[in-house]
């Protein structure tokens, strides 16, 4: 599940995923290998990849958020991500943008993420 933002006045959308390449689930998979250290739930599950674009060259673009700006990885997750990425074969080259716009909130967990802390 990929969060796809409604939009807020005054606030740049973020535009939904493509999820028609054949990378995009082995990307996504990579995705859930990275966990934020503070919550026992995988980050793609999370939601703090906003979108996964992927050219015909096979160059990835993964555009992201954290849980809080005060995230005490907020200068390594990106890296772990780019990391994880990259280890998909077929992958030319990786890039993570980490954005703060729209915030991260509870919503944009996935129903697994939600079961897995209890919340559902």
Same mark, same amino acid.
């Given at each position: 599940?990929?969060?796809?933002?409604?939009?807020?006045?005054?606030?740049?959308?973020?535009?939904?995923?493509? =999820?028609?390449?054949?990378?995009? /689930?082995?990307? *996504?998979?990579?995705?859930?290998?990275?966990?934020? &250290?503070?919550? !026992? @739930?995988?980050?793609?599950?999370?939601?703090?990849?906003? =979108?996964?674009?992927?050219?015909? /060259?096979?160059? *990835?673009?993964?555009?992201?958020?954290?849980?809080? &700006?005060?995230? !005490? @990885?907020?200068?390594?997750?990106?890296?772990?991500?780019?990391?994880?990425?990259?280890?998909?074969?077929?992958?030319?080259?990786?890039?993570?943008?980490?954005?703060?716009?729209?915030?991260?909130?509870?919503?944009?967990?996935?129903?697994?993420?939600?079961?897995?802390?209890?919340?559902?």
């Amino acid at each position: 599940m990929t969060y796809t933002p409604e939009p807020v006045e005054g606030e740049p959308l973020i535009a939904p995923s493509s =999820t028609e390449h054949a990378l995009h /689930e082995p990307i *996504v998979e990579a995705c859930r290998s990275v966990f934020d &250290p503070e919550i !026992p @739930v995988n980050i793609y599950d999370l939601g703090l990849i906003y =979108t996964i674009e992927i050219s015909d /060259e096979n160059d *990835v673009m993964i555009t992201m958020t954290l849980t809080a &700006p005060g995230c !005490p @990885v907020a200068g390594e997750m990106p890296g772990w991500v780019q990391e994880a990425v990259a280890g998909v074969g077929g992958i030319r080259n990786v890039e993570v943008a980490l954005v703060w716009s729209p915030p991260w909130g509870m919503e944009m967990m996935s129903d697994e993420a939600r079961l897995e802390l209890g919340f559902m």
